[in-house]
Nanobody, 114 residues
Framework: QVQLVESGGGLVQPGGSLRLSCLVS????????MSWFRQGPGNQREWVAR????????YYADSVKDRFTISRDNRKNTVYLQMNSLKPEDTAVYYC???????WGQGTQVTVSS
């Protein structure tokens, strides 16, 4: 059974940083590109970033480019999202997702507020 467990969220002031993690089990991790999505209050879920199977390529939404960095450790079946220069509009529940699959975790809440 596929499980995705996101962690690392919390409350941070504007301009601060957080590092999210997503531990994946139940599938061959290296076979999948991995994405991060987020869903803010009253908003639809939106794509944030994606990383290729072996990490050679990364892609970002314009709203997070140059502030967020996606990475992965295939030995640990884990994908990360380093978030810097956080803004109030980054407040959302963040989810990881194996590319083009229906699998989702419970998400981790990120709140950016002073």
């Amino acid at each position: 059974q596929v499980q995705l467990v996101e962690s690392g969220g919390g409350l941070v002031q504007p301009g601060g940083s957080l590092r999210l993690s997503c531990l994946v089990s139940g599938l061959t991790f290296v076979s999948y590109a991995m994405s991060w999505f987020r869903q803010g209050p009253g908003n639809q879920r939106e794509w944030v970033a994606r990383i290729a199977n072996f990490g050679a390529s990364t892609y970002y939404a314009d709203s997070v480019k140059d502030r967020f960095t996606i990475s992965r450790d295939n030995r640990k079946n884990t994908v990360y999202l380093q978030m810097n220069s956080l803004k109030p509009e980054d407040t959302a529940v963040y989810y990881c997702n194996p590319y083009n699959t229906k699998y989702w975790g419970q998400g981790t809440q990120v709140t950016v507020s002073s």
